[in-house]
């Protein structure tokens, strides 16, 4: 069974702060998803990395794919206010199917 | 154009009824997914359909759940004889295809049910 371990799972931090967020697993994954959720949406995809080693930049936010493919983490610059919500990273599985990591509920206070 | 949606986006029953969730996925998309969020296990996968394909249907955890996608569009998951640890946020989500990581699955706003 694949699984990925997400840690923290609880951050609160002041505006400005940097934070860091990882994503373990013992099985390697062909690709892997970060995404954010909101309180009643459903998670909206931010980045897909699938090369090991690759490392990609959308704004503030960095990500990063091991060079095994099985661990991640997501780093953000200077948190903001907008930042607050709750991260998700995902493996994909056969089919697309998503193995989700348990999240990491971020709050960012001004 | 127009997203994901699911209904009703709440639904609250009584232990031991049925019920019917439905998802509407985005036109076109061939691959369609159904995920169960829960505070104690996170977000699971429970069963996918890509086309006229047999669904896997390996994340389902018991029989008292089953899903149907009718026409290639619409899917409706049910579950039969609820029990108080089926009350979680279903979530729906579609995709364009089912090959290539680069394929987003959308996800729709999800569906909370609460069993009494």
């Known amino acids: 069974t694949q699984l990925l371990e997400q840690s923290p799972q609880f951050l609160s931090i002041q505006e400005g702060e940097n934070l860091t967020v990882y994503c373990n697993s013992s099985?390697?994954?062909?690709?892997l998803q970060w995404y954010r959720q909101e309180p009643g949406e459903g998670p909206v995809l931010l980045v897909t990395?699938?090369?090991?080693?690759e490392v990609k930049k959308l704004k503030r936010l960095t990500f990063q794919f091991g060079d095994a493919r099985k661990d991640s983490s997501l780093h953000i610059t200077a948190a903001q206010p907008g930042d607050t919500g709750l991260y998700l990273c995902?493996?994909?599985?056969?089919?697309?199917?998503?193995?989700f990591g348990q999240g990491t509920e971020l709050s960012v206070k001004p | 154009g127009a997203g994901v949606s699911q209904s009703p986006s709440n639904k609250v029953t009584e232990k031991g009824k049925d019920v019917e969730l439905r998802c509407d996925p985005i036109?076109?998309?061939?691959?369609l997914y159904w995920y169960r969020q829960s505070l104690g296990q996170g977000l699971e996968f429970l069963i996918y359909?890509?086309?006229?394909?047999?669904?896997?249907k390996s994340g389902l955890p018991s029989d008292r759940f089953s899903a149907e996608r009718t026409g290639g569009s619409v899917s409706t998951l049910t579950i039969q004889r609820t029990q108080q640890e089926d009350s979680a946020v279903y979530l729906c989500?579609?995709?364009?295809?089912?090959?290539?990581?680069?394929?987003?699955?959308?996800f729709g706003p999800g569906t909370r049910l609460t069993v009494t």
């Open positions: 989500a579609s995709r364009l295809g089912h090959r290539g990581p680069a394929y987003e699955q959308y």
């Open positions: 099985s390697v994954f062909s690709s």
């Open positions: 990395v699938v090369t090991g080693g």
């Open positions: 995902a493996g994909v599985g056969w089919g697309g199917k998503l193995i």
């Open positions: 036109s076109g998309h061939t691959a």
């Open positions: 359909f890509q086309g006229n394909s047999a669904p896997d």
